[in-house]
């Protein structure tokens, strides 16, 4: 791990906290949805030339009537007024202002969230006195998404919380920047029960730049609707002119919808794949009469915009496109339910091991593919197989099934959410001596899904086998001491350890010595030995354990996930562990701990 990069956090915090300067600038702002230069002002055109002088009507001569005859061959004249009405709502194109809401009726700002302590969440006071400046500012130099599943599964929860929001920091950006950092780790789901939970006359502008991210990030054009009175008012985005004409499309306003955006393509000079898609979703309203073909050649990058509306109308994004964006958007293609399912199973591993999707939800995607497969074809396929690894009625045919989901996995992520996968059906597993070879295998996916109590079964086979890596899975992972965490054992793991530089034995110290399970003491002698300091300290340490000490779970958790800035488990300090762990048992948080702490096991 850059070790610099915590360092770098944390002075920005703490400066921010004891400065007491003004909020973070526009710099931290969310970027525009579209490319540079889309509605930009396009050059004015030439004003029309004066019309031409009236004739001299008196000195015209009157045209004599027409016979009667032809009176009675002309037919009723019907003007059609179609491009004047067209032209007058060219003219005024105002979006109509929200209603607004009863004072009685309004939702409070100062206490947002969706889940509480019996929920996995945190109380209302989580994040305690810390200064909104400080935790704010984590937030958004926070690198996500997180290496850790339950790290960020932990963050979600503190996240989503129903908390106070903290001083120095308006309420309602309060609620944005955690919605925010719900986006950048993929849960577009969550960002959006956040959003919306804020009544939109009290929209800050960065809470509106951060509601048209997530009305993108979950493919939901009609999201933006409520936005665009207001959205208007604080900024000159060419979002707004597009999102107000896919509203007037969705409400049945053809004309205006029509309007609108030929307006914004004469304003802008804008074209290509932003506004065509744009026009995508305006054909999709009623008698839009707007048929658009989308073609992605020459696109080299995807951005909110166009995965929200390609995704909105059921548009497949060519595969080498998705691949160039972050891992968090593909977590949003995964639970886009316009996308098509192929490319939501692929983008379903990435959401898994994010900690987007659960074991269920991972589930039931792979029961839809099976619904769509042919019977016949079905016993070869990844979903035939996850069948049986439930529902054989062979043990040996079960196991076998559950081997092949684990070894056909081609990279660490796949192989992670595999786990993740199998969670439930290795639980149908019964502990025997017969399966200690695989007691690992087991054991690592039931704690991947949490199913810590079912993991623990096993702990009489592992303890006579002698397995090194189930032994030290159940010794972090289980909800208490069932296997020998002796010093002497835990020197016959690093001893047998062939990982590079011995990581999985410090991790694993580490993360003991944080459980307090080390039986018989000896850690700080075992740290010495494998390069472990306890008694390190720097700013991190010192702000994790003061917040711990004072019972801030959501004030741990933040910290939790800066101690982890870092591409994958190898590079996160033993030490940062230690730290993390024990505080989070402290602050009452013990199951993520263990989970963590397992997690840092199973993938290395």
């Known amino acids: 791990m850059q070790r610099w990069r915590t360092k770098l956090l944390l002075t920005a915090g703490v400066a921010a906290a004891l400065a007491a300067i003004p909020a973070f600038g526009q710099a931290d702002q969310p970027e525009s949805q579209l490319p540079p230069g889309f509605g930009d002002p396009g050059t004015p055109a030439p004003a029309p030339p004066p019309p031409p002088p009236a004739p001299d009507t008196a000195a015209a001569p009157e045209a004599p009537p027409p016979p009667p005859s032809a009176l009675a061959d002309v037919g009723t004249v019907i003007e059609n007024s179609a491009d004047a009405d067209l032209a007058a709502l060219g003219e005024d194109l105002t979006p109509v202002k929200p209603i607004e809401i009863p004072e009685s009726a309004r939702r409070p700002v100062d206490v947002v969230g969706i889940i509480g302590p019996a929920d996995w969440g945190v109380g209302v006071d989580g994040f305690g006195k810390a200064d909104g400046r400080f935790l704010s500012g984590l937030m958004r130099r926070l690198d996500a998404p997180l290496p850790s599943r339950w790290a960020s599964i932990l963050l979600r929860r503190v996240l989503m919380s129903e908390v106070q929001a903290p001083n120095n920091i308006d309420p309602v950006d309060w609620v944005a920047e955690r919605a925010w950092l719900l986006l950048r780790m993929g849960e577009a789901d969550a960002a959006r029960m956040l959003v919306q939970s804020v009544d939109v006359d009290r929209f800050t502008p960065r809470m509106y730049t951060v509601g048209v991210q997530t009305a993108l990030a979950t493919a939901d054009p009609a999201a933006l609707c409520p936005l665009v009175a207001g959205g208007r008012e604080v900024s000159d985005e060419a979002v707004w002119p597009l999102a107000d004409a896919m509203c007037a499309a969705l409400e049945g306003e053809a004309g205006r919808a029509s309007a609108l955006v030929d307006q914004a393509r004469r304003r802008s000079g804008a074209g290509g794949i932003d506004l065509l898609l744009a026009e995508k979703v305006i054909g999709a309203g009623t008698n839009t009469r707007r048929a658009v073909n989308i073609q992605w050649d020459g696109v080299d990058q995807i951005n909110a915009w166009r995965f929200g509306l390609a995704s909105a109308t059921g548009l497949a994004i060519p595969p080498a496109l998705m691949a160039s964006a972050g891992p968090q958007v593909r977590a949003w293609q995964a639970r886009a339910p316009m996308v098509p399912l192929d490319q939501r199973l692929a983008a379903a591993d990435t959401a898994a091991s994010l900690g987007v999707f ?80 695989v007691s690992a295998e087991l054991i690592a996916s039931m704690l991947a899904g949490g199913l810590d109590r079912q993991a623990a079964r096993w702990a009489p ?4 086998a002698g397995n090194d890596r189930a032994w030290a899975l159940l010794a972090v992972g289980a909800p208490r001491v ?39 003491g000896g850690a700080n002698d075992l740290g010495a030995d494998l390069g472990v300091n306890f008694a390190a300290s720097n700013a991190w340490t010192r702000i994790i354990d003061s917040a711990a000490a004072k019972g801030q779970e959501g004030t741990v958790a933040l910290l ?9 488990w190898a590079g996160v300090p033993p030490e940062h562990l230690f730290h993390i762990v024990r505080a989070l048992r402290q602050v009452g948080r013990e199951y993520e701990a263990r989970m963590i702490a397992a997690e840092a096991l199973s993938r290395l």
């Not at 939790?560 to 994958?568: E, F, K, L, N, S």
């Open 461 to 464: 086979v592992v303890e006579s």
């Open 358 to 437: 659960s074991t269920e939800s991972l589930v039931e995607l792979y029961s839809l593919v099976a619904d769509s497969t042919d019977p016949s074809d079905l016993d070869d396929t990844l979903a035939g197989r996850l069948r049986r690894a439930y529902a054989a009625a062979d043990p040996d045919a079960r196991m076998s099934a559950l081997r092949y989901l684990w070894d056909g996995a081609k990279t660490p992520e796949q192989k992670h959410a595999r786990s993740i996968l199998t969670a439930v059906a290795s639980t149908l597993v019964a502990p025997s001596d017969d399966r200690k070879d």
């Open 482 to 520: 069932q296997v020998d965490t002796s010093s002497g054992r835990i020197s016959t793991f690093a001893g047998n350890d062939d990982s590079k530089d011995k990581v999985r034995s410090r991790l694993l110290l580490a993360a003991l010595a944080g459980l307090d399970r080390i039986q018989g």
């Open 560 to 568: 939790a996930a800066v101690g982890m800035q870092t591409g994958d």
